[in-house]
């Protein structure tokens, strides 16, 4: 008669039993069909493996692999079929999208520096311009010029009083003549 009920039919029942008196275990064995004895029986295999059932719990919550367990899996699907074999899920790279950012990203840097280098050889080139012209150098120089205009160009000094300027030249020539 128990070869009917699977394991978790005859724990249910061994459960319920516990909590009930001798004489409702006769009610009980009738309502499943089985012998009083047979309830007996699951009764003490619950009491004697019941602190089996909380240890299995404790070591699940610490290992979550048990050693030398064997398991068995049937499956159409070949990836799952060989990441079970492998023991690993297999990354699947898109290969395509990698190299297309890869090659986007080098480019962008490689434009950001080809328009800052010109951005800075015109920023250097810029101080140095304002750094010689405010040098003294070339205030000399700027002045060597303007005495060369003035000793080679004609103009008036005072007009009142009738002075001019003549070019050098000229007024050496006018004096070597005279």
Same mark, same amino acid.
């Given at each position: 008669?128990?070869? &009917?009920?699977s394991?978790?039919? %005859?724990?249910? @029942?061994?459960? #319920? ?13 009738? %309502? +499943?069909? !089985? ?8 009764? &003490? $295999?619950?009491? %004697?493996?019941?602190?089996?059932v ?5 070591? /699940?919550s +610490? +290992?979550?692999? *048990?050693?030398?367990? $064997? *398991?068995?899996? #049937?499956? #159409?699907?070949? $990836?799952?079929? =060989?990441? !079970?074999q492998?023991?690993? +899920? ?18 962008? !840097?490689?434009?950001?520096?080809a ?26 120089? #700027?002045? =060597? ?10 103009? *008036? *000094? $005072?007009?009142?009083?009738? @002075? ?6 000229s007024?050496?020539? %006018?004096?070597?003549? /005279?």
């Amino acid at each position: 008669m128990s070869s &009917k009920h699977s394991a978790k039919s %005859k724990a249910n @029942i061994a459960l #319920e039993a516990l909590s009930l008196s001798e004489n409702e275990l006769d009610t009980l064995a009738e %309502k +499943h069909g !089985v012998t009083k004895s047979e309830i007996k029986t699951w009764i &003490k $295999d619950l009491k %004697k493996n019941a602190a089996a059932v909380f240890s299995e719990q404790e070591t /699940e919550s +610490h +290992h979550h692999h *048990v050693a030398g367990e $064997d *398991v068995t899996i #049937e499956t #159409e699907d070949e $990836d799952l079929y =060989r990441y !079970v074999q492998h023991g690993v +899920h297999e990354d699947k790279l898109n290969y395509k999208r990698l190299t297309f950012w890869s090659v986007l990203g080098t480019a962008l !840097v490689i434009i950001i520096i080809a328009l800052l280098i010109p951005f800075s050889q015109m920023t250097l080139f810029s101080a140095q311009m304002d750094a010689s012209a405010n040098s003294t150098p070339v205030e000399i120089r #700027e002045l =060597r010029a303007q005495d060369q205009e003035t000793l080679n160009s004609f103009g *008036v *000094v $005072d007009l009142e009083n009738g @002075i001019y300027r003549i070019p050098i030249d000229s007024a050496i020539s %006018k004096i070597a003549t /005279e």
